[in-house]
């Protein structure tokens, strides 16, 4: 399960759509972060400046007293403002040049601060419902003529904690952005994903040979359906194309069919009977007209083999299958085709495992592993020439190797195609119909053909639904 999960997480990060949201969260996350941050950092200053317009204010009130009341006044007024809690936070203290206090509220000369700088920072003891705490402060120094000093300064643990708390704001709404963010992402992508994945499913069907499928309309008229509809048109289009194209091959195949039927009896009765032929002259004639009937009958097989195929693609054939032992097919196939394949130098091996069974027509897909077979005893040379059947992943497989040349890659699908037939083989007999017949003798059975290497030689797999045993 874990490594499914991490498969499908890598997938989902390697897609378009998923870098896509990502980039949108990174900007979302950076603007959010960045309003944030902003108002920290105004909001921290503005405390700051208003702390410090506080003490100067206050120092500039008491310089004009102490220079109409001299140092007696300020330190009677010192004493007054000092004595209570007033509620603001102010710290007072006056000492003398050596920083001995003399009034104020606060006991001492805050330690560690020196005795000139005219702003000071520095923390407090304070006892807060009976418990000491330190608490930052920041003061402002007035030296008196004579070497008294005035010290005027702020309790800040407010601010202090007012940024404290804005930081931790900071830090959550980043966070719950950052979740907001990753969850919106996947899910945005995971939805384009999906639309898009349906496309490719399709369009992957499609290209398998299963030309009537279409992509999935959701209604929406969005883009995406607005690409759906546009791909189900075209897949209308080359559908109508090439049912029309291959309706007039089946019409001229059945069409022609029947006069060249007629065209190989009246060959047929020419020839002359052997008993009449004394002459070198008939002898001569008659191979000619025997080569005539030999190129009628190839061509009617090649007619036939298109009318069979138009017949199982059309669907038009009756249903003759059964549940059927899968092993049993193949070894008819190979007992019948023992003796072409030893004397060509083949050794023919079968290795059936019993008990596959499928839902077929026994008379179609010996016809399909003839194809095969006849195929590589045509096109292999010699050697092993195997027939298989097992199951896998669930699926019975029923499968022809041969040790031969194979089909390159690029042309594997291509020789399923009716006609086609490779470079080196066109010297060989054949119409190029053969995978053809397989192929639509496979997709009757709702299956499918694949070809691959033998490494070397062409290995080619019928699939088909399995029958429970
Ligand atoms: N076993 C094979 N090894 C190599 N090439 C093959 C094999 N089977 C088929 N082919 C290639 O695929 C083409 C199409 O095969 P097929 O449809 O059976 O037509 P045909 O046998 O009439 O040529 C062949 O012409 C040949 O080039
Ligand atoms: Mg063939």
Redesign the pocket.
């Known amino acids: 399960m874990p490594i499914g999960v991490f498969r499908s997480a890598r997938r989902l990060i390697g897609t378009h759509a998923f870098r896509l949201a990502a980039l949108y969260f990174l900007v979302f996350a950076a603007s959010v972060l960045g309003v944030l941050l902003f108002v920290y950092l105004t909001s921290a200053d503005f405390v700051e400046r208003q702390t410090e317009a506080t003490l100067d204010a206050e120092i500039t009130g008491l310089a004009e007293q102490y220079a109409q009341r001299g140092l007696s006044g300020l330190i009677q007024i010192v004493a007054a403002r000092s004595a209570g809690d007033r509620g603001d936070a102010m710290i007072y203290l006056v000492t003398d040049p050596d920083g001995k206090p003399f009034a104020g509220n606060i006991a001492a000369w805050p330690p560690g601060v020196p005795l000139h700088s005219a702003w000071l920072s520095f923390t407090l003891e304070r006892v807060v419902n009976g418990r000491p705490e330190l608490h930052p402060a920041r003061g402002r120094l007035f030296i008196i003529p004579g070497g008294y000093r005035l010290l005027v300064g702020r309790d800040v643990s407010d601010g202090a904690a007012f940024r404290g708390q804005v930081r931790a704001t900071l830090l959550w709404a980043g966070l719950v952005a950052l979740g907001i963010g990753v969850i919106g992402g996947t899910v945005m992508s995971r939805n384009l994903l999906r639309r898009v994945e349906q496309v490719n499913r399709t369009s992957e069907r499609v290209m398998a040979g299963n030309l009537s499928d279409r992509v999935p309309l959701r209604g929406t008229s969005d883009e995406f359906d607005q690409l759906a509809l546009n791909l189900n048109r075209m897949l209308d289009q080359i559908e109508r194309l090439m049912t029309a194209m291959r309706e007039v091959t089946d019409d001229v195949a059945h069409d022609l069919r029947t006069p060249l039927s007629r065209l190989r009896t009246r060959l047929e009765r020419a020839l002359v009977p052997p008993s009449e032929a004394g002459a070198a002259a008939g002898s001569a004639q008659n191979e000619a007209i025997r080569a005539a009937i030999e190129e009628a009958d190839r061509l009617l097989a090649t007619f036939n083999a298109l009318l069979r195929i138009a017949e199982l693609e059309s669907g038009a054939r009756r249903d003759n299958t059964e549940p059927l032992d899968l092993a049993e097919v193949a070894r008819s196939a190979g007992e019948l085709y023992e003796p072409v394949a030893e004397e060509k130098g083949f050794t023919l091996n079968v290795l059936a495992e019993p008990g596959v069974r499928i839902r077929g027509d026994r008379h179609l897909l010996s016809q399909a592993l003839a194809?095969l077979l006849?195929?590589?005893v045509?096109?292999?040379g010699g050697g092993e020439l195997e027939l298989r059947v097992f199951t896998e992943s669930g699926q019975a497989v029923l499968e022809v190797a041969?040790r031969?040349?194979?089909?390159p890659e690029a042309d594997r699908q291509n020789?399923l195609d009716r006609f086609?037939?490779?470079e080196?083989?066109r010297t060989?007999p054949?119409?190029?119909?053969?995978?053809?017949l397989v192929r639509a003798i496979v997709q009757r059975h709702d299956g499918s053909v694949t070809l691959d290497d033998n490494t070397p030689g062409?290995r080619v797999r019928l699939k088909f639904a399995r029958l429970p045993t």
Not at 430 to 436: A, H
């Open positions: 194809n006849d195929n590589a045509k096109y292999a041969d031969g040349p194979g089909i020789v086609v037939r490779l080196p083989s060989t054949g119409n190029g119909l053969g995978l053809s062409l």
